[in-house]
Nanobody, 125 residues
């Protein structure tokens, strides 16, 4: 049974940092393409970062240089380090995977079968 559990969200002021975690069970993070998405109220869910099985990382332009995706294979956990946070980063953040080694084309949340419950990030100005 695949399960993803996000944590680490919270409220911070602009310029602050947070580190999100996604604990996975039912598969190993080292063997799948896995992503972070976010969704702000009234907006579509958007992909912000992904890491594949070769540890190649990809970022949305809006977070490039500020966010870092990584994984700890021993803990079977995915992370998202978020620095220099902006009010526009406010959203619910989700980790997701379709459970395979290859990656979908960027930015199609409907193609992912497994989602966590999300963790809220709120950035105040």
């Amino acid at each position: 049974q695949v399960q993803l559990v996000e944590s680490g969200g919270g409220s911070v002021q602009a310029g602050g940092s947070l580190r999100l975690s996604c604990a996975a069970s039912g598969y190993t993070v080292s063997s799948v393409c896995i992503s972070w998405f976010r969704q702000a109220p009234g907006k579509e869910r958007e992909e912000v970062a992904r890491i594949d099985t070769t540890d190649k990382t990809t970022y949305a332009d809006s977070v490039k240089g500020r966010f870092t995706i990584s994984k700890d294979n021993a803990k079977n956990t995915l992370y998202l380090q978020m620095n220099s946070l902006k009010p526009e980063d406010t959203a619910m953040y989700y980790c997701t995977t379709h459970g395979s080694w290859w990656c979908w084309a960027w930015g199609y949340p409907s193609r992912y079968a497994h989602w966590g419950q999300g963790t809220q990030v709120t950035v105040s100005s």
